[in-house]
């Protein structure tokens, strides 16, 4: 018997949108230090008590907003198709799974992630990519063959990802997800130029 989450009412869903959406908005257009619970409630077309049934102040908005977004990610990347192969198939795919989710939510990203101003979630998706870049680092037989400390592997990885997510947001996604996703392989595995 499998144990699925409960289902969340949708109109309760449909208000933490809303609330999302309005401090995205507002987030574009003034400093967070000046984003009240008030503004967000009138963007978001609720009252204020409506947004203290969801959330007990902006922090706590914003620690749950960067819950979701993780699980939105790990959501995305979870459904993998069989028939990838290599490790290099399975690294391309993975990575423009994650990058189409950026795209597809870029007006969310930018103020989230192209912005010195929220560090808590850039923080979240680090933490999640050094783990997804452990895994990597683990079974890499090059790391430990070319006398490469697994920890500065592993930061060098996850900073050099978190670095280009946030360079292409900022830069209005020039390049396509398939695109950045295969220059960013070829710039991490040299492997690849040997095909």
Do not use: C
Not at 90 to 118: C, M, P, Q
Not at 121 to 129: I, K, N, P, S, V
Not at 146 to 157: N, R, Y
């Amino acid at each position: 018997m499998s144990q699925d989450k409960p289902r969340i009412d949708p109109r309760i869903l449909r208000t933490r949108k809303l609330l999302k959406d309005a401090f995205v908005d507002l987030s574009q257009e003034m400093e967070i230090e000046k984003i009240t619970v008030n503004r967000i409630a009138e963007r978001a077309t609720i009252n204020r008590v409506t947004f203290y049934l969801h959330y007990r102040d902006i922090p706590d908005m914003l620690e749950k907003m960067a819950e979701e977004m993780i699980e939105d990610i790990k959501n995305v990347l979870h459904h993998k198709p069989l028939n990838l192969d290599s490790v290099k198939d399975k690294s391309s795919w993975v990575l423009i799974k994650l990058l189409e989710h950026i795209a597809d939510n870029a007006k969310f990203y930018k103020v989230v992630l192209g912005s010195k101003r929220t560090p808590i979630f850039t923080d979240r998706l680090h933490e999640m990519l050094s783990k997804a870049v452990t895994l990597r680092v683990e079974k890499d037989p090059f790391i430990s063959k070319a006398g490469i400390q697994k920890d500065i592997a592993i930061w060098h990885g996850s900073a050099a990802l978190i670095g280009t997510i946030v360079a292409w947001l900022r830069n209005d996604l020039p390049y396509t997800p398939q695109y950045l996703a295969e220059q960013f392989l070829l710039l991490i595995d040299p492997s690849y130029f040997m095909d």
